[in-house]
């Protein structure tokens, strides 16, 4: 079975944090700068929150406040859902689906390491497939 670290080889180990003390405006300018659709909450070098587009959304725009008035403390998720880079890869996406979450944080030697989406999942898996596809037609053809 396929392991988490082997999309974080494909995609690299980057990850876009922020404070809980940061405003919501800023995360959001931060997530459009890296083109991301979350960013990992860190005080202390310690995972304390999620923020997302979602977050933004229900607890920001929704009731509406302005994303400039609001912490991203004030609108992060938690408790925050993980994975190790040795988590299968299907397990991620049944907890992701279970749990209705886009992101997971990687975490080794209890460090952030890496963050996966969905996306990234389903992006891994098309690739092994287009893979297994084109030795599958190379068997069959006889090449």
């Known amino acids: 079975m396929a392991k988490v670290s082997s999309i974080l080889s494909r995609k690299g180990f980057d990850v876009v944090t922020v404070t809980p003390k940061q ?17 990992i909450v ?4 310690e995972i304390v929150g999620i923020f997302t587009e979602r977050d933004l959304l ?14 991203v403390g004030q609108a992060m998720s938690t408790p925050v859902a993980y994975c190790t ?7 991620c996406r049944m907890a992701m689906t279970q749990k209705r979450i886009r992101h997971l944080p990687v975490i ?15 992006a ?5 497939h287009q893979t297994t596809i084109q030795y599958l037609n190379e068997y069959i053809s006889g090449r």
């Open 23 to 39: 405003t919501a405006i800023e995360a959001v300018n931060l997530m459009n700068e890296h083109r991301i659709g979350a960013v």
């Open 85 to 91: 880079p040795e988590t299968d890869i299907q397990e």
């Open 58 to 71: 229900r607890r920001i725009v929704a009731k509406g406040k302005r994303a400039e008035d609001v912490t």
């Open 124 to 128: 891994y898996e098309l690739s092994e």
């Open 108 to 122: 080794q030697d209890k460090k952030l390491a890496g963050l996966v989406s969905i996306g990234d999942i389903m």
């Open 42 to 45: 860190v005080e202390k070098e």
